[in-house]
């Protein structure tokens, strides 16, 4: 979708696109943890074990709330938000809060009781879906405005709901008191709002800093800097589906091993990661072939690919191990702070010197801080010390920034696979002994 879309529409419709999605992407939090904490009160447990009539109420009493903040926030928008390009994005995200937030108690309880390949069905047929109606839209109707990617959209989320339903049909058959379903909310929230607050805090980090190029500078520009963020957070994807399963897992997992455990899956992502960062430049000559309307643009993909290596190591490995610990406070606290930094660099890049080379330099730079952050505290907390090693991840983002900025052609490429060779060679023993426990599996 990063590829295909931008090629059809055109920049500032591709930039409200963009804009729908950056709402869109907070909607999973307007339950105010109440998904989380079913998430975290029931994890691990059988799906028959699941008692039927307190699924249900949860469900429906979620189902109202998003419709009753929909409502409000759409009166509000149309109240205080001037700009109707905006506006028109809010509302239009807003409106799809009840099914996203069914869904996503439906995916929750997929993961928790271990039903990982209907989640998987399910997150695959959103996507197919609305590939398809993106298709059919832009290339059979030629249809090539923001409202039809919308269609699209509402299709695949409003698809998914009905198969989201009949997979937890036996889950919303029954009633349950309402003083009841008010008691279970209650202890939902209280355990999940501090997971929420952490996540919310976590989405905010990036959330502030593209905020502020939003307002900022306009729509196009907006889009432009979305569309080299999504190229680099294409890896991304394959981690964020890796530490859905990884968190059961070490859940489950001994003590005594999740040190070490956390030790040579970080040096493992370090090989991974630093390699694929070698692939950047002749993707970015793809893109420039591909995406001429992008052209200019694409050199922020210098300083934005190193985005992955610091967010795969805090979404696989920092937080899936501080949920396993049950430290949401201390991830809230750490979020909290990094979003302090976020807001400081954001008034400085943008509203104080309005410099948007800075603004995006921020970006890598606020990742990297709470990566940093929580590293220290993890390691802290399972009786590591791993100071020289998130130093030297610093030096290899360093050089891949610095010479991708630089030498802005295949020159970029030779430096830095010379410090990649060399970072291997330093860690050759390491590097074997992960090939070997491979092998050996």
């Not at 919308?150 to 003083?179: D, Q």
């Not at 302090?340 to 990742?367: E, K, M, P, Q, R």
Request: aromatic fraction near 16%; charged fraction near 15%.
């Amino acid at each position: 979708m990063v590829m295909f879309v931008p090629k059809f529409l055109s920049v500032n419709d591709y930039g409200l696109w963009q804009l729908f999605l950056f709402y869109f992407s907070y909607l999973g939090f307007l339950h105010f943890g109440w998904e989380d904490g079913i998430y975290l009160r029931y994890a691990g447990k059988n799906y028959d074990e699941l008692d039927r009539k307190t699924f249900a109420g949860q469900f429906y009493g979620i189902i109202a709330l998003q419709i009753v903040l929909a409502v409000l926030v759409s009166s509000i928008g149309q109240i205080l938000v001037s700009d109707s390009v905006k506006r028109t994005a809010l509302i239009c995200a807003v409106w799809l809060a009840p099914f996203v937030n069914f869904n996503n108690l439906c995916n929750f309880i997929m993961q928790i009781t271990d039903r990982i390949k209907d989640y998987a069905k399910l997150l695959l047929s959103e996507q197919v879906l609305f590939f398809l109606g993106v298709v059919f839209f832009l290339l059979v109707l030629h249809c090539n405005e923001f409202r039809y990617m919308y269609y699209a959209k509402l299709l695949s989320v409003v698809g998914i709901t009905l198969v989201s339903g009949y997979l937890c049909r036996s889950l919303l058959r029954h009633r349950y008191p309402l003083k009841q379903v008010l008691t279970e909310a209650g202890e939902n929230l209280l355990v999940g709002s501090k997971l929420m607050l952490a996540n919310i805090a976590s989405m905010l980090i990036i959330g502030i800093v593209r905020y502020g190029i939003s307002i900022g500078w306009d729509v196009a520009t907006f889009g432009k800097v979305s569309l080299t963020l999504g190229v680099s957070n294409f890896l991304m994807v394959f981690i964020n589906s890796v530490s859905v399963v990884f968190f059961p897992i070490v859940k489950r997992m001994d003590e005594s091993r999740r040190a070490n455990a956390y030790a040579t899956i970080r040096n493992m992502l370090d090989f991974i990661l630093f390699a694929a960062l070698i692939g950047y430049y002749p993707l970015r000559c793809i893109l420039a072939w591909w995406l001429p309307k992008y052209a200019d643009s694409l050199i922020y993909m210098s300083v934005l690919f190193p985005v992955c290596v610091f967010e795969s190591k805090v979404t696989l490995l920092i937080n899936t191990y501080l949920k396993s610990m049950r430290k949401e406070f201390l991830m809230l606290e750490i979020n909290a702070v990094s979003v302090a930094f976020s807001l400081i660099v954001t008034i400085f890049t943008v509203g104080i010197w309005h410099n948007l080379d800075a603004a995006v330099f921020s970006i890598v730079l606020v990742y990297a801080f709470r990566c940093v952050l929580a590293e220290y505290h993890v390691t802290k907390l399972l009786g590591l010390d791993l100071k020289m090693e998130m130093l030297e991840d610093l030096l290899m983002c360093s050089i891949f920034i610095v010479s991708g900025w630089v030498f802005d052609s295949f020159l970029c490429m030779v430096v830095y696979g010379v410090a990649y060779a060399v970072f291997v060679l330093v860690h050759r023993k390491s590097l074997q002994q992960i090939i070997c426990m491979v092998l050996r599996r």
